[in-house]
């Protein structure tokens, strides 16, 4: 086969498929902010998404400050910079790792979830069932999950930030001779309220991708069992690649 | 323009549906009148349910059209009130309770209180003889049977007057396939509804079909009144109505 053809074929049905990605996004979330909406469904997504992903995100957030907190301290002391150590974990977590790792958390935990029962729902007829019902599945199904994980990610990226600071903290005053209440000062004096804020902001994208990819693959999951399975794997890898991809893109524009 | 005096109600002209290279439906001509009762027969795999789908509105013809009352069908008609349809597999919703599922289109479209919406609920399953303890209960803890009989008062339950049964009596005992049959005669008779089913099931479709039609590789081969089935003339209608393996 012609390599150019092949190529100019697979950048064509990528465009295409983004586009049809963008316009399914479009419209759950043109769904989500008019009537009729559906807040008993918005309800119980944000319990599973966001408070149930509380333990998980939790758990990571804190071994990865105290981590982080022991790299920084060996690397800060070749420059005699140990001291550092606090400011630099904090914006490290806050403005990087705490949406990131929430956010790639709930890409395993909330996309595989999303797709699978959307799939199954696809494969068992009870989509076509509730476009007979008067009940447009992108209201009843999209929106609120949309809407839930827009709204939980940057809740739970916050509880992630402070846990994570609170795991360097711990390393910090147990074992590096750190004193408690000046990491404390030290790291609330450094903060600026921006990246604070930036990071909840990626978080909020973040949460749009983790639903979006979720819903996405499940509604158009083909062929019974297998084809659940497969569009919950491809949720979860979609996800984590996009996730990177628009941090990259978040941080260039909110450094520059 | 003025209507005619015996326009059908649902109109299938030309319908052909692919699905990558393989042609499913090639040119569909079927109708039905209003307040009549049609049934499709035909084996697995010819395409039944997706003719049906098709005239819900639930999936879209890449030939031909849908007429409605003689108007070409608008997308998203599936969307409409006044349509009923059972799935093959019944399609509850597995994270609703059984009388949620019934009354999902009272409480979600239309509005109705809890409250209201539950009391016509346990009418709808009175008359579909389902058992109230179920009303309680989720899908997967019912019988298939059951299901099937939840999956119809969801259907019937807002008086539609367009109904589509896809396989309504499969997987039924003869008892409760009897009355399911005796409500889709009911739903048309009485009350004036129109009727596509499909069926397997010759002696349900010789109780509930005021017309049948047998869909074979992609086209209506073959259609007439209930009582001309026997005498079709047709080998393929004679093969499946004796159950016999060669025409
Ligand atoms: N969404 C779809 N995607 C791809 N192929 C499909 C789809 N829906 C149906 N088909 C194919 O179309 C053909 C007809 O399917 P259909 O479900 O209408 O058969 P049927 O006559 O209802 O059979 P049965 O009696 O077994 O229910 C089958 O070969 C099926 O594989
Ligand atoms: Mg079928």
Partial sequence: MNPLAALGRATLGAARRTGAVTLFGARGLLSAFTRPFFPGQTARQMLVIGFRSLPVVGLTAVFTGAALALNIHTGGGRLNAEQVMPQIVALGIVRELGPVLAALMLAGRVSAAIAAEIGAMRATEQIDALATLSTDPYRYLVAPRLAAAILSLPLLTAVADILGIAGGWLVATATLDFDGRLYIRNTLDFLEPWDVISGLLKAAVFGLIVALMGCWHGFHAKGGARGVGRAATFAVVSAAVLIFAADYLLTGVFTA | MTPKPAQPRLEWRGVSKRFGDKLVLDGVDLAVDPGRSLVVIGGSGQGKSVLIKIAAGLLRADGG???????????????????????????????????????????????????????????????????????????????????????????????????????????????TGGVI????????????CTAVSITHDMASARRIADRIAMLHAGRIVWQGSADEVDRSGHPLVDQFVSGRSEP
């Avoid at chain 2, 049977?145 to 539609?160: E, F, H, N, S, T």
Wanted: net charge negative.
């Fill in chain 2, 65 to 175: 059209e849908v007429r409605l009352d003689g108007q070409p069908l608008a997308p998203g008609a599936a969307h409409a009130p006044g349509y009923g349809f059972l799935f093959q597999g019944a399609a509850l919703f597995d994270s609703l309770p059984v009388w949620e599922n019934i009354a999902f289109r009272l409480l979600h479209a239309d509005g109705l209180p809890r409250r209201a919406a539950r009391a016509r609920a346990l009418d709808a399953m009175d008359r579909v003889r389902l058992p109230a303890s179920a009303a309680d209960q989720r899908p997967n803890e019912l019988s298939g049977g059951m299901q099937k009989r939840a999956g119809l008062a969801r259907a019937i339950i807002a008086d539609p007057d367009i109904l589509f049964f896809d396989e309504p009596t499969t997987g039924l005992d003869p008892v």
């Fill in chain 2, 181 to 192: 049959d005796a409500l889709i005669v009911e739903q048309v008779r009485r009350l004036g």
